[in-house]
Structures are given as C-alpha cells and as structure tokens.
C-alpha cells in the first residue's frame, strides 16, 4: 500500500499567508554535521495557530528563513526553546530582537529550559529586557500564549541538557512536538491523543550515544500514540544517506499510520 503523503497537508513550499493555522517547517536539520553543512536548513519551525504566532527553535538560520518565508518577526508572541543545544538555539537572540522591533517593542514571551539562562547562559542578559516574560520549561505545567495553550508532557532524556516537547492544543487539533530524546516509554503515554506528532527522526539505526531517536524507536512511538499524522523533521547524515522520504514510507508501512518526512519550507496545513 502506498500512503498519501499529501493527505490532509500542503506539504510544498508555499506561501501561507492565506491559511488559518499552519505549521511551517524553516529547517529540518539535525546534528551537527548536516546543519554545520546546511545539507538541510536548520530555522527551527513557525507555528500559526488559534490566531498566535510562535516560533519554536531557533536554531542557526531562523531569522533569515523567516524573512525568506515573507513571515515577520515582528508578528511573534512567543519563542520557545526546547533546549539549550546550538541546532536549537543559536538565532535565539536575534529572533528576540527581530520580534522587538531591536528591542524599541517591549513584548512577547521566551520559553526556555532553566539551563539555557543560568551558567554560560545562552540568552543574552540585555536582550532578555527586550521581552515582556521569560517562562521556564517544566515538566506537566501548562502555558498560555494569547488563546493558545500548551503544556509539556514530559521532561526528555537527552544527555545532561534540560530538554522538553509539548503539546499545542490548536482548536483544529492537537499538535505534539516531541523534540530532542532518546526513546522511552513514558513517551507514548505522553503525547496520547494529538491529531499531528512531530518526531525528531535523527538516526536510521540507533545511536550509540542514545541522545536521538532512530526509525525503528519512531516505529514504536508512532504505533503508540496512533495520530492521524506523523512528521518526521531533525535529520542526521544517516537519515539523509537513507533518504527521509524512504524511511518515511517505510515507517508507514510499518504503523498504518501516514507519516511523511519533513522538507524545508514545508508547510501543513491544520485546517485542511
Ligand atoms: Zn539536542
């Protein structure tokens, strides 16, 4: 069987002004070989949903996937930070100073981990007086962006850094990013019930580190959580070799769940 890997999604680059809610793919990098490289772009993801914008990653290229994307900045309410790493982080204060208008609009809120502002902080203190609030990323709290919520599930496993994925509970669908980890079981039970599951994929085959997730661990969480949509983005050299449209099918094929692989500038639509 052959999944549509176009059902209820706009997945080519395209320009989403016009949609109500949209999740729009700047990067979909990971690691620090192919973002080094820029085999694949490494923006981080622009969500538009319930009337909010956020900006979830910003790692090295955001700000100038945005600009690309014609998406402004200044439109953010929200940056969200799952972790500290520089694939996630590194355009974290230039997008602050871009959604400030360079720091002459007080406004919007940073989400972070409370390792990405204590020792060798990765904010810059004088940029963090640009920003109206600065909330810190915690295990089972919910957090509210104008008329979106969101919460983390879980706190995930990925070396000694504080990292977390969330759930945005959109009006036309959950959303489930799950971020940086190594696979556990605490996962399925965590991300039950989104419409859409956004799975770091890095590795083809598992990790020696275990600091990411591989295909057959997507495999397993997929199967888990059953979502109507599985996006796989946050490709290693490994995935790259093995083709993330492949193993995307592949992964298909294995859950009966379609999933597809993420591409820069790709855009899924919520609505449709
Ligand atoms: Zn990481």
């Known amino acids: 069987m052959r999944y ?3 059902a209820g999604a706009s997945l080519a680059p395209t320009d989403c002004n016009h949609l109500s809610s949209y999740i729009k793919f700047l990067g979909t990098a990971g690691t620090r070989f192919v973002v080094t490289k820029q085999i694949r772009a490494s923006g981080g993801i622009w ?3 319930n009337g909010v914008h956020l900006h979830l990653d910003p790692g090295p290229g955001a700000l100038v996937k945005s600009i690309q994307s014609h998406l402004n900045p200044q439109d953010l309410s929200a940056i969200i930070l799952s972790h500290r790493h520089l694939d996630h982080s590194n355009d974290v204060n230039i997008m602050i100073e871009a959604m400030t208008n360079g720091g002459t609009l007080r406004k919007g809120t940073l989400f972070c ?3 990405a502002l204590d020792r ?4 810059f203190e004088y940029i963090r007086h640009y920003i109206e609030n600065i909330e810190i990323l915690q295990e089972g709290v919910r957090y509210k962006i104008g008329e979106l919520e969101f919460d983390v599930p879980v706190k995930n496993i990925h070396g ?3 990292t977390y994925g969330m759930r945005f509970f959109s009006s036309e669908g959950t959303i489930g990013y799950v971020g940086d980890t190594r696979f ?3 996962l399925i039970n965590a991300y039950q019930g989104v419409k859409v599951l956004i799975i770091n994929t890095t590795a083809e085959n598992k990790m020696p580190d275990r600091y990411h997730m591989c295909v057959e661990e997507a495999i397993t969480l997929i199967k888990g959580v059953s979502p109507e949509l599985a996006i796989l983005t946050h490709f290693g050299t490994s995935m790259i070799n093995a083709h993330p449209d492949v193993m995307a099918e592949k992964i298909s094929e294995a859950t009966g769940i379609n999933t597809v692989a993420g591409m820069d500038g790709m855009v899924y639509s919520i609505s449709s």
């Open 120 to 123: 060798n902080p990765i904010v």
């Open 184 to 186: 556990f079981d605490g």
């Open 113 to 115: 981990p409370q390792d």
């Open 4 to 6: 549509n890997h176009r």
């Open 47 to 49: 969500l538009f949903l």
């Open 160 to 162: 000694s850094v504080q």
